[in-house]
């Protein structure tokens, strides 16, 4: 199992920014190199039967990823600027929206005290 975490850690290690920077693409004179928020997380177990009325062995593990598509670095006639995308932007951004107004609502109910 230890060697698997090893081989998951390299691969990722090697992916790095690749996984968050797409590869540009040339499009009538206009470059596009996409952006996106990228996560990772994995999980592994090993267990072995303890009790004497029971035998048992185990393994396990899991993993997953994301990515949401957040925008473009667009380069035009020699100027480069982000261009996002406003829908990924709104559901990655909602939840901070949230978490920000419960924040400030408890801050002004206790200056209120």
């Given at each position: ?9 390299d691969?990722l ?8 920077y797409?590869?540009p ?6 470059t596009?190199?996409?952006?996106a928020c ?5 999980g592994?177990a090993?267990?072995a039967?303890?009790?004497?009325t029971a ?15 957040v925008?473009a ?11 996002p995308n406003?829908i990924a932007?709104?559901v ?20 209120k005290?």
């Amino acid at each position: 199992m230890a060697q698997l975490t090893k081989q998951l850690a390299d691969t990722l290690t090697q992916v790095g920014v690749h996984s968050a920077y797409g590869a540009p693409v040339e499009v009538d004179g206009t470059t596009i190199m996409p952006v996106a928020c990228t996560s990772y997380g994995f999980g592994a177990a090993e267990g072995a039967g303890d009790d004497s009325t029971a035998q048992g062995e185990g393994s396990g593990g899991g993993g997953g990823g994301m990515a949401v598509p957040v925008g473009a670095y667009v380069t035009r006639d020699g100027v480069t600027r982000f261009e996002p995308n406003i829908i990924a932007l709104l559901v990655v951004g909602a939840p901070f929206v949230w978490v920000a107004g419960r924040a400030l609502a408890r801050v002004i109910k206790a200056l209120k005290r």
